[in-house]
């Protein structure tokens, strides 16, 4: 399967925004999905990923209550929902998808699309 991120933009501090991971080749509840980020001149950092029978999720501290996961099997998409943005959310966002049984670990992930860009202004 292969995932493509897009719906990056310029906001606000404090305002929302919805990305979304769509995939092509493949089925993408039969995947566990991540989402990682990366600033420039910074390593990229592994932020949530969501198991693929959807019961399970992971964030981690530096988004937890502020990102949300979702998926539409319909659209065969996977969402990333980020509010309440800061400064320091600006980065490029990449979504990966894995079988492994460890897809809570950044380290499960290998294959990222082009990314979106997301950039927040104070």
């Known amino acids: 399967v292969q995932l493509q991120a897009s719906g990056g933009g310029l906001v606000q501090a404090g305002e929302s925004l919805r990305l979304s991971c769509a995939a092509s080749?493949?089925?993408?509840?039969?995947?566990?999905v991540g989402w990682f980020r990366q600033a420039p001149g910074k390593e990229r950092e592994f932020v949530g990923a969501?198991?693929?029978?959807?019961?399970?999720?992971y964030s981690s501290d530096s988004v937890k209550g502020r990102f949300t996961i979702s998926r539409d099997n319909a659209k065969n998409t996977v969402y990333l929902q980020v509010n309440s943005l800061k400064p320091e959310d600006t980065a490029r966002y990449y979504c990966a998808a894995t079988v492994r049984t460890d897809w809570y670990r950044g380290m499960a992930y290998n294959s990222w699309g082009q990314g979106t860009q997301l950039t927040v202004s104070s």
């Open positions: 969501v198991s693929r029978s959807f019961a399970s999720t």
């Open positions: 080749g493949g089925t993408v509840r039969s995947y566990h």
